[in-house]
């Protein structure tokens, strides 16, 4: 009997479904919109969950009884009031074994070949969790900025991207190429009529792309821009730190995954310089591990757990040969 398993990562963006048979072909491959149901709502999450679901289920021309575990890693599944919520809605889809996990332990599992050590997650926004050589799970983090997280998400980077170039444009803070690139960025030629605008019209959140304004305007040697970033990986670091205090009983050197667009995309050398550097400042032995595959893969490779698959190099490397291949159909 061959088993044919599903993975479905759901975050503040986007919703991926990926189908895969145990020998690591992809069968069939779905996209949706945001299914954390703390940013939209649980009938609008499910409603894209299902979308995903749907078209993978539809190009691997497969019914439900043909899978033989799904696995789902969403966003949002921090609490246990959250994991009920989720639960009963996911309950009604037609999968007789399935799994629902917070999408760090994608995250986790895609980095650690153990599923062991601590995942960071920067994102849209932001996370912190880990797993010890026990299988016992802490999460630092995840709630906002009222709940004590750092200014480290794309959009919380995003603001303080404007914030900053504002103070920059009042003589506030240091002069930054920021009052500059971000009244362009937006489709203004000057800080003074950006600013006007967006009082007139009462604009309290301002585009997440502005974070890759900030990344780039740092590569480019803006001080200012630096020290956003120095304090967003000072910021995971104390998470992290967090995360092995509590937890304990975690393997040398201890893996540290690091996912999300910010991280696995951005790779700035900024943050991951001062991520490092506050993780060792405290005396921990690490090694930094940044994903290659999309998390959704964390979300396979759980359900293959699940069912004591073995996972090997070929298995990995035929789902990012599968994974490409349809990139480039995309």
């Given at each position: 009997m061959t088993h044919i398993v599903m993975g479905i990562d759901g975050g503040g963006s986007k919703t991926h479904a990926v189908i895969a048979d145990q020998s690591g072909n992809l069968l069939g491959k779905g996209f949706s919109g945001c299914s954390n149901y703390q940013v939209?709502?649980?009938?609008?999450?499910?409603?894209n969950i299902q979308e995903a679901v749907a078209t993978a289920m539809q190009e691997a021309r497969l019914s439900s009884t043909d899978l033989s575990f799904?696995?789902?890693?969403?966003?949002?599944?921090?609490?246990?009031?959250?994991?009920?919520?989720?639960?009963?809605?996911?309950?009604?889809?037609?999968?007789?074994?399935?799994?629902?996990?917070?999408?760090?332990?994608?995250?986790?599992r895609l980095g650690s070949d153990?599923?062991?050590?601590?995942?960071?997650?920067?994102?849209?926004?932001?996370?912190?969790?880990?797993?010890?050589?026990?299988?016992?799970?802490?999460?630092?983090?995840?709630?906002?900025?009222?709940?004590?997280?750092?200014?480290?998400?794309?959009?919380?980077?995003?603001?303080?991207?404007?914030?900053?170039?504002?103070?920059?444009?009042?003589?506030?803070?240091?002069?930054?190429?920021?009052?500059?690139?971000?009244p362009r960025f937006l489709g203004f030629n000057t800080m003074e009529e950006m600013w006007n605008h967006f009082l007139d019209k009462g604009v309290t959140k301002v585009d997440g792309r502005l974070a890759i304004v900030l990344h780039q305007a740092a590569m480019d040697g803006d001080l200012l821009s630096i020290r956003i970033l120095q304090n967003a990986g000072s910021e995971l670091g104390i998470a992290a730190n967090s995360v092995i205090k509590r937890l304990g009983n975690l393997p040398l050197p201890i893996p540290i995954v690091l996912t999300g667009s910010v991280l696995q995309k951005g790779k700035n050398p900024v943050v991951l310089d001062a991520l490092r550097k506050t993780i060792e400042n405290e005396g921990h032995e690490i090694e930094m591990i940044i994903p290659q595959k999309d998390p959704v893969f964390g979300a396979v490779l759980l359900a293959f757990d699940h069912l004591h698959l073995p996972v090997s190099i070929e298995i990995l490397n035929r789902m990012e040969e599968g994974w490409i291949s349809y990139e480039k159909r995309a």
């Open positions: 939209n709502g649980i009938e609008q999450a499910f409603t799904v696995q789902y890693g969403l966003a949002g599944a921090d609490r246990e009031i959250d994991i009920r919520t989720l639960k009963s809605k996911l309950a009604t889809l037609p999968y007789k074994k399935w799994d629902l996990v917070c999408d760090t332990m994608e995250g986790l153990s599923n062991t050590g601590v995942v960071l997650v920067a994102g849209s926004g932001t996370n912190a969790a880990g797993r010890n050589q026990e299988g016992n799970v802490v999460q630092t983090g995840g709630f906002g900025y009222l709940y004590g997280d750092g200014q480290v998400g794309g959009n919380a980077l995003a603001t303080e991207a404007f914030r900053s170039a504002v103070r920059s444009w009042e003589l506030r803070d240091i002069p930054s190429s920021l009052t500059e690139r971000i």
